[in-house]
């Protein structure tokens, strides 16, 4: 079973920061890559970022761009999403979830072709509010 479990939502100010997490269990991350999604009330989910299973490729969504940073720290099993400038339109439930090569590879796009992904995370709420 791919257990993943994200981590670091919350309330923030417009211009803030967080940090989510996303730890693997019960398998290793290493031979995976790792997508991060989301979904705002209201709204389909949409990708964000992904990140090579060789940690060597990274892509954005336009709209998070040059504000949010994939990184990946295999030897703790985990996927980092560094966010900065929040806006209140980041507001969503944020998903991470993992599949292999070469079905899913980060090649160049945050979306993931249908069926491509081996397991989803249960998500964690970040609400960007004044």
């Known amino acids: 079973q791919l257990l993943l479990v994200e981590s670091g939502g919350g309330l923030v100010q417009p211009g803030g920061s967080l940090r989510l997490s996303c730890a693997a269990s019960?398998?290793?991350?290493?031979?995976?890559?790792i997508g991060w999604f989301r979904q705002a009330p209201g709204k389909e989910r949409e990708g964000v970022s992904c990140?090579?299973?060789?940690?060597?490729?990274?892509v954005y969504a336009d709209s998070v761009k040059g504000r949010f940073t994939i990184s990946r720290d295999n030897t703790k099993n985990t996927v980092y999403l560094q966010m900065s400038s929040l806006k209140p339109e980041d507001t969503a439930v944020y998903y991470c979830?993992?599949?292999?090569?070469?079905?899913?590879?980060?090649?160049?796009?945050?979306?993931?072709?249908?069926?491509?992904?081996?397991?989803w995370g249960q998500g964690t709420l970040v609400t960007v509010s004044s």
């Open positions: 019960e398998f290793t991350l290493d031979y995976y890559a």
């Open positions: 990140i090579s299973s060789s940690g060597g490729n990274s």
């Open positions: 979830a993992v599949g292999r090569p070469p079905y899913y590879d980060c090649s160049g796009s945050v979306e993931a072709p249908m069926g491509a992904l081996d397991a």
